[in-house]
């Protein structure tokens, strides 16, 4: 991973375009070829990305110290313009483990893809923990009508688990062998900041019983 911390200015072009004015923020860049701008606060959510596939390439510039050009495969391009560079530092972090869940919210992921019915009549399991370039998709499914469905599996929903399956959703949804690919957020208890999130950006919230899917209970779900 290389961090670079620079004054700069950002502009995105593509479907839609965006402008960043010139201020000090922290630029990373990861193995696997995303790029990420970052101001000092809104948690872990950058200002502006590029999601791989994509490729960085410095162009010329008068004008400033460098000016990067990241492209992905649409054409879509994230010109940084760097006035000053004030730290630039690359580190080897190695093969991560990936997130280890605990025990309710795997035997959830567990019980689903033995039961993927659940989420629906005729539902198939394509794939458990399907790989992605920014982390694996808890169920990947197709529906009876044979459209691929992402399934992300909490055991408490709320609005991080949300932003994550829509970062899932607009990677899947740039392979044309799975596109179209829809949302379903599954979770014993859904906030209802997360639920309307979830709703305004047409992803289905489906309320698990833990209890219920080990059997011991009715299997009756409650689809919001």
């Known amino acids: 991973m290389r961090l670079v911390i620079a004054r700069c200015r950002v502009d995105y072009i ?32 950058p200002l ?3 999601s791989p596939p994509c490729w960085m390439a410095e162009e010329p ?7 990067w050009v990241v492209t992905n495969k649409a054409g879509e391009q994230l010109r940084i313009t760097l006035e000053e560079i004030e730290h630039d530092t690359s580190h080897e972090l190695g093969v ?32 458990r ?45 740039r392979d044309p062998l ?9 979770a014993q208890q859904i906030k209802p900041q997360a639920k309307t999130l979830a709703t305004d950006r047409g992803i289905r919230c489906l309320v698990l019983d833990y209890e219920a899917l080990r059997g011991t209970e009715s299997t009756e779900f409650r689809l919001f």
């Open 14 to 45: 593509g479907r839609l375009t965006a402008h960043l004015p010139t201020a000090r923020r922290l630029l990373l860049i990861k193995a696997d070829g995303s790029v990420s701008i970052h101001a000092d606060d809104r948690a872990y959510k």
């Open 48 to 50: 502006n990305w590029m």
């Open 61 to 67: 510039s008068e004008e400033a110290e460098a000016l």
């Open 96 to 127: 991560d483990p990936g997130l280890i869940k605990d025990g309710v919210e795997a035997h959830l992921q567990e019980l689903l893809a033995e039961h993927v019915e659940t989420l629906g009549a005729g539902y198939t399991l394509i794939r």
């Open 129 to 173: 923990e399907y790989p992605t370039a920014i982390g694996p998709v808890d169920l990947l499914c197709r529906d009876a009508d044979g459209a691929t469905i992402a399934v992300e599996i909490k055991r408490r929903g709320e609005i991080d688990g949300v932003e994550q399956l829509t970062r899932y959703l607009e990677l899947l949804n």
């Open 178 to 186: 799975l596109a179209p690919v829809s949302g379903v957020f599954a």
